[in-house]
């Protein structure tokens, strides 16, 4: 069974608490300010194959909280590599997320090579993800938003979701404002805590 | 000036070691090359560093980009066919004011002897200037950690992206034999 994109995300991201969240450019980026803007996230806008890597960062950066990337599979495929850079540093705090809708989304929905085979979750696993799932109902989700906040990471999901077109929703374009209110956000945060 | 990179006796090495830690540069990204190989084996003896290898350097990029995010510092390590690799992951540096300091131990310079080295070594200013980055250079390994401290402090000042190349005369050439 394949998912509304907008339904998994605003699943993933209801009692967020103090997650932090990256997202891949295209659509998930328009799903996760769609699920509520959140200073705590930081939609990317290009840097296509980046996302889990920039995860990465921040979960070694943050070792207390937990992160989430949630990005497409033509991102995903792009990057291919940091999977195994991620199963090579294990960080515990860390998932990612894959919508894979099998297709390009924002360039015409050509198809990507999860349309023609390719296991993104197989790869993750085998690159020494703790965990690598392939969730296709909503009660698989609402497991893997509990993994998100106390599983053992690094967890990998790749959520089979339609080939759809959801309204634009747009994050803030801004990169410098993004990662400014993200630090200070981050910082007032810890003050707080 | 014929001497295998490796085994080359450096006294840069801690030095650029030292300020690095002092500097608190925590994630310490690296696609390996054989002149960085004992800067490499300091950083992961040390407890406060995080060695993170990458498949890729775009990787270390985006990685040091999150680490920023999260409030660390870093440093990306790679030889400088590493550098083409990175070209449009530098717009994630650029738009959003990332800090970023690349520091690239040069191939494909004048005495190089492989070949399919040359094409990229030798567009490496050239490409890093047209996107932006901030270059420095030295022929000299007494320079190596005095223009890495500068850029680094640089970097994080300004959230800005710069890159330290050291030249192959400066380490030594690689010789097939």
């Keep these: ?193 | 000036m014929t001497a295998n990179a490796s085994s080359q006796p450096s006294g840069w090495t801690a030095d650029a070691h030292r300020f690095l830690r002092t500097a608190r540069a925590r994630q310490i990204a690296v696609v390996p090359d054989a002149g960085l190989s004992r800067l490499l084996a300091l950083c992961e003896s040390d407890r406060t560093m995080r060695v993170v290898r990458l498949t890729t350097e775009e990787e270390g990029v985006a990685l040091l980009a999150g680490a920023w995010l999260g409030g660390e510092k870093g440093i990306l390590l790679m030889q400088s066919s590493g550098v083409g690799n990175c070209v449009n992951m530098l717009g994630l540096a650029l738009a959003c004011r990332f800090p970023l300091l690349m520091l690239v131990t040069m191939r494909g310079e004048p005495g190089e002897s492989n070949p399919a080295q040359v094409p990229m070594g030798s567009a490496v200013e050239r490409v890093l200037d047209a996107m932006g980055v901030q270059v420095s250079r030295t022929e000299r390994e007494d320079e190596i950690a005095f223009l890495l401290a500068a850029a680094f402090d640089r970097a994080y000042a300004d959230e800005s992206p710069h890159a330290v190349l050291i030249a192959q005369r400066a380490l030594g050439f690689k010789e097939f034999k």
């Design chain 1, 1 to 193: 069974m394949k998912l509304h994109r907008r339904d998994v995300v605003r699943r993933l991201l209801a009692d967020r608490g103090d997650l932090l969240v990256v997202a891949g450019l295209g659509a998930p980026a328009w799903d996760v300010t769609a699920a509520g803007d959140h200073p705590l996230t930081f939609p990317m806008w290009g840097a296509m194959g980046g996302a889990a890597m920039m995860g990465l960062g921040l979960a070694l950066a943050q070792p207390k909280r937990r992160v989430l990337v949630v990005t497409g599979d033509g991102e995903m495929l792009m990057g291919l590599g940091s999977l195994a850079t991620i199963g090579v540093q294990r960080p515990r705090n860390l998932t990612v997320v894959v919508l894979d809708n099998e297709r390009y989304g924002e360039t015409g929905m050509q198809k990507t090579h999860t349309a023609l085979g390719v296991d993104l979750a197989g790869v993750a696993k085998a690159a020494g993800f703790a965990r690598a799932m392939r969730v296709t109902s909503m009660a698989r989700v609402a497991q893997l938003a509990r993994l998100i906040h106390r599983g053992r990471g690094p967890v990998f999901a790749q959520v089979k979701v339609l080939a759809e077109k959801p309204p634009l929703v747009l994050p803030p374009k801004d990169g410098v404002q993004l990662k400014g209110r993200f630090r200070d956000a981050l910082a007032s945060n810890r003050r707080r805590g």
